[in-house]
């Protein structure tokens, strides 16, 4: 394949960021913080603990991040396929900004709320992993895309109506918008299902006056939550498919430029670069793009369980990812030997893909140690039920460290979150999301 050019942001755009004050609508931030920018509040160095956060807080770990991101950029660069990380699991720019650095052909996004936020930053390639149809966002898409010539965009397309509506709204547009045929599965959620619907879809973006077919899109990951070999071959077979269709459409001279093939959440990355990296036909230019993007900070559940380089890694030679988010709550009722009730609710940490994970322990006067045995059994508004086990040290007062689960319903809850050092305590950043 042909190198793209490098995925850039707005520096400027970025330091602006760094230049938002600490105050009040940081739930969890240190009132020593209150009034002082992002920077100044970082150079501190506050402790968590003893410098006064409110409970509950959720902090990245920053070894573990560094760690993710340059395990992820190495893996992509060795396997010959670019990374357009989903931006809406973490949807901070100051994140972005880490994964283009370290390589990152674009950043992906799910609506045009979340575009309209990338672009504030300056991202300069961006693939819209979705139909797009509304018309007030095409519209302000046309004028982007007018405005600044560097600015790449695609986004899918699954239905003859839908290149239709993008048709209407883009009237006049100075420049093409691009898109991908997006195929879907039964079983799976948008996307064409059937090879007629297919060419009658490519078929209509190529008479478009203001459409440009560049290739193929989908998303496996909601086929399975396995890794039975049933369910490897069932990813393996989608991918081959958004292969084909390329292919074809190549054949019949439907597709612009470089052909763009695109798949890969965070659970089966692998089995799409396997797919995507076979030996494609001579002659035609194509640019795997996978778009995983809650590696960045992995977890303790659901993609523990499943990624290629989990607990149950599926790829040799690469250290697995680590997991980069924690909640700390506090120990506020202990009603029986048998519970405790922790000042972390389903508003401050996800829940959809597994409970927290009780990991740590931590006195008043720290330091933190392995908590073992403890479960969170279920979670109301603002309470957590931790269970405790025969001889629990776990008293009213204490902190409990606690793993997250699926990142994507973690960043959402909290406008600001600490970095923290090695020794899991000291702010070395803050890092500020947009949802």
């Known amino acids: 394949m042909n190198e793209p050019a490098a995925c850039t942001m707005n520096t400027a755009a970025l330091d602006t960021l760094r230049q938002e004050r600490v105050d009040w609508r940081f739930r969890s931030a240190a009132p020593a913080l209150t009034g002082l920018t992002l920077d100044e509040a970082a150079d501190r160095r506050l402790n968590l603990f003893t410098d006064g956060f409110f409970a509950p807080f959720v902090v990245l770990d920053e070894e573990a991040l560094e760690h993710n991101l340059r395990t992820m950029a190495a893996w992509c660069a060795a396997r010959g396929v670019v990374l357009a990380p989903h931006g809406k699991t973490t949807m901070a720019p100051q994140l972005f900004a880490r994964q283009i650095e370290h390589g990152a052909w674009g950043v992906t996004c799910a609506n045009a709320g979340h ?90 973006v190529d008479a478009s006056p203001v459409l440009r077919l560049r290739g193929t899109g989908g998303y496996e990951g909601a086929l399975s939550h396995h890794t039975d070999e049933a369910a490897l071959a069932l990813i393996s077979s989608y991918v081959d498919g958004l292969r084909d269709l390329a292919i074809a459409f190549a054949d019949k001279g439907l597709l612009d430029g470089q052909v763009i093939v695109t798949a890969g959440g965070s659970a089966y990355f692998d089995q799409v670069a396997n797919e995507l990296t076979k030996p494609w036909p001579a002659g035609l230019d194509v640019l795997p793009v996978l778009r995983s993007g809650a590696y960045v900070t992995h977890d303790d559940g659901f993609y523990r369980e499943i990624s290629p380089l989990g607990d149950h890694p599926r790829i040799d030679g690469v250290a697995s990812f680590r997991p980069a988010l924690r909640a700390w709550a506090q120990v506020t009722s202990k009603p029986s030997d048998e519970l405790a009730l922790l000042t972390i609710g389903k508003r401050d940490a996800s829940f959809d893909e597994g409970m927290p994970e009780p990991q740590l322990r931590r006195t008043p006067n720290g330091p933190a140690e392995p908590l073992e045995g403890h479960v969170v059994a279920k979670m109301n508004d603002q309470h957590a039920f931790l269970t405790l086990p025969a001889g629990s040290p776990v008293e009213v007062g204490d902190w409990v460290g606690l793993g997250l689960s699926h990142p994507c319903t973690v960043f959402d809850k909290w406008p600001l979150l600490p970095v923290t050092a090695a020794d899991g305590e000291t702010v070395v950043d803050l890092v500020r999301t947009w949802f």
């Not at 018309?135 to 046309?142: C, E, H, I, K, V």
């Not at 898109?179 to 996307?191: M, N, P, S």
Request: with cysteine.
């Open 115 to 204: 575009l309209r936020i990338y672009r504030a930053f300056g991202v300069s390639r961006i693939l819209l992993a979705n139909q797009f149809l509304d018309p007030a966002g095409l519209r302000w898409l046309a004028a982007e895309l007018a405005a600044d010539p560097a600015f790449e965009f695609v986004c899918w397309v699954d239905s003859v109506r839908g290149v239709e509506l993008m048709t209407e709204a883009l009237a006049g547009s100075e420049r093409p918008v691009d898109v991908l045929l997006e195929l879907g599965a039964d079983g799976g959620r948008t996307g064409v299902r059937d090879t007629a619907t297919a060419w009658a879809v490519a078929e209509a």
